[in-house]
């Protein structure tokens, strides 16, 4: 695991602009649109939208680091290095971790720079120790949930445009359909309905009640974690299972 982990790591540093097309997106969400939209909700009650936005930000941050750990799936198809560590006396689980761990660091260097930046937007953050844990835990599911269910869809569908495609068509509705530019209270009927069905609204939530209010609501915060719990283990099993499939094939 540590040797696949370390060589996905490795070429991460030797494409950085895979890095940088990774965070670019969220980078300008939190810039330019916290700036466009904030001059509207200000009539909503939020005096900060930059600080309200960031934890769907970060969120979105994690869809992108996370969906690219499957372009890496596809990279190594081409030289041979998937096939080669498939007929190596490794653990299935451990291939799928070294691959997942990594997205995870990604996402983690990611979203640091996103709260660096957030501070020079005049972003305060209020949570404590308890609520820091929350966060990371909360964090490390969503990373995990994305990057096995990444690492799944690149074991299925033939090409990395293909898959690029299919993860936008995701990735995109999951973070539109939340509460990670608007208020939950500004919803109505079925719309409401869809983004309150959306588990990563309530992972959204959390990170915005805890980062920028300091209220860490320790039920409410169990109930989500418990939530991405399941979530991540069902898609941890799919993954084991297509690459059962690819050892078959």
């Known amino acids: 695991m540590i040797n696949i982990l370390w060589r996905n790591m490795k070429w991460r540093f030797q494409n950085p602009l895979s890095i940088l097309v990774t965070i670019l997106q969220p980078l300008l969400w939190l810039i330019m649109y916290s700036v466009v939209a904030g001059q509207t909700m200000t009539s909503v009650g939020i005096e900060n939208y930059t600080a309200f936005m ?5 969120v979105l941050v994690t869809f992108s680091s996370c969906s690219s750990s499957g372009i890496i799936n596809y990279l190594n ?5 998937f096939y080669r560590i498939l007929i190596s006396p490794i653990r299935r689980t ?5 691959q997942t761990f ?3 660091v990604l996402a983690f260097f990611e979203i640091l720079v996103l709260c660096v930046v957030g501070l020079f937007l005049s972003v305060r ?4 120790l308890s609520g820091l844990l929350v966060c990371l835990i909360l964090m490390v599911l969503t990373a995990f949930f994305v990057a096995n269910l990444a690492y ?7 090409n990395e445009v293909i898959y690029e495609t299919v993860m936008n068509s995701i990735v995109l509705p999951i973070f539109f359909m939340s509460t990670a530019l608007v208020p939950q209270e500004d919803l109505s009927g079925s719309l ?3 983004v309150e069905l959306n588990p990563f609204t309530h992972v959204i939530n959390t990170l ?5 209010y300091g209220q860490v609501e320790f039920i409410s915060s169990i109930k989500v974690i418990i939530l991405m719990l399941v979530l991540c283990i069902v898609i941890f099993l799919v993954a084991i299972h297509r690459l059962k499939k690819e050892t078959i094939s």
């Open 54 to 58: 960031l934890p769907g930000i970060i």
């Open 94 to 98: 451990s291939i799928i971790f070294g």
């Open 208 to 212: 915005r009640n805890t980062i920028l």
């Open 152 to 158: 799944s869809i690149s074991l299925i569908l033939p």
């Open 102 to 104: 990594e997205a995870i």
């Open 77 to 81: 198809k081409k030289s041979g290095a």
């Open 192 to 194: 409401k309905v869809i």
């Open 125 to 128: 953050f209020s949570c404590g």
